[in-house]
């Protein structure tokens, strides 16, 4: 089940729990433009999101993707993003809302 999501959640406290493959383009269209508000010299895009599971709101997870100590590359170039989050459930609905999103593409 793909849960829905909200944009610039709260996730301080959060960290890495995995990985994603993906391109920045994918990533924006799925989850929209990153956040502005994180960018540092070990980070240059991130987004914040919460998750919630359709079928019951109290069911929330929180994630981070982000590029750590990448160069920012071109919308196209796939790279290894990090997720974060307080489980591993947080890279299963980031992961989930990339296969749709390929899915659909095909």
Same mark, same amino acid.
């Given at each position: 089940? $793909?849960f829905?999501?909200?944009?610039e %959640?709260? *996730?301080s =406290?959060?960290c890495?729990q =995995? &990985?994603?493959?993906?391109?920045?383009?994918?990533? @924006?269209?799925i989850f =929209?433009?990153?956040n502005?508000s &994180?960018?540092?010299?070990k980070c240059?895009?991130e #987004?914040?999101?919460l998750f919630?599971?359709?079928?019951d +709101?109290?069911? *929330? @997870?929180?994630?981070t993707?982000y590029d #750590?100590?990448?160069?920012? /590359?071109?919308? +196209?170039e796939? @790279? +290894?993003w990090?997720i974060g /989050?307080d489980g591993?459930?947080? $890279?299963h609905? $980031?992961a989930?809302?990339l296969l %749709?999103?390929?899915?659909?593409?095909?």
């Amino acid at each position: 089940m $793909v849960f829905d999501f909200e944009t610039e %959640a709260a *996730t301080s =406290g959060t960290c890495l729990q =995995g &990985y994603a493959l993906a391109t920045r383009q994918e990533l @924006i269209q799925i989850f =929209g433009e990153p956040n502005e508000s &994180y960018l540092d010299d070990k980070c240059n895009f991130e #987004w914040s999101l919460l998750f919630t599971n359709p079928k019951d +709101s109290t069911d *929330t @997870i929180r994630a981070t993707i982000y590029d #750590w100590k990448c160069e920012p /590359g071109n919308l +196209s170039e796939t @790279i +290894s993003w990090h997720i974060g /989050g307080d489980g591993l459930d947080a $890279v299963h609905c $980031v992961a989930g809302h990339l296969l %749709a999103h390929r899915e659909k593409a095909a």
